[in-house]
């Protein structure tokens, strides 16, 4: 199995940024794509943004676009979200999601296999 942790979740004031990380580990077995996943309060879960294997394709929610920037660094197993100019309709419950793949460069906006708990994210107006 394979484990996902996030960290840097919290509480920002409107147009501040926060910088979100998520840990891999456990039975890699090869290549995976990474994305990120929000649950507002109220809400159902939406695609975020999401990222290839090799980290040269991205792709974002109309919502975040220009905002948001999604990055990986395989060698430590960690996937990243910068989030700047944030704002209160961005509050939400934010997960990273991972699933193998055979190799390449293709962005999956669903059909995940593996979820992290989870990290809050509160911005204040």
């Known amino acids: 199995q394979v484990q996902l942790v996030e960290f840097g979740g919290g509480l920002v004031q409107a147009g501040g940024s926060l910088r979100l990380a998520c840990a891999a580990s456990g039975r890699i077995l090869g290549d995976y794509a990474m994305g990120w996943f929000r649950q507002p309060p109220g809400k159902e879960r939406e695609f975020v943004a999401g990222?290839?294997?090799?980290?040269?394709?991205?792709r974002y929610a109309d919502s975040v676009k220009g905002r948001f920037t999604i990055s990986r660094d395989n060698a430590k197993n960690t996937g990243y979200l910068q989030m700047s100019s944030l704002k209160p309709e961005d509050t939400a419950v934010y997960y990273c999601a991972a699933v193998f793949v055979s190799g390449g460069e293709y962005v999956y906006t669903a059909g995940y296999d593996y979820w992290g708990q989870g990290t809050q994210v509160t911005v204040s107006s």
């Open positions: 990222i290839s294997w090799t980290g040269s394709t991205t």
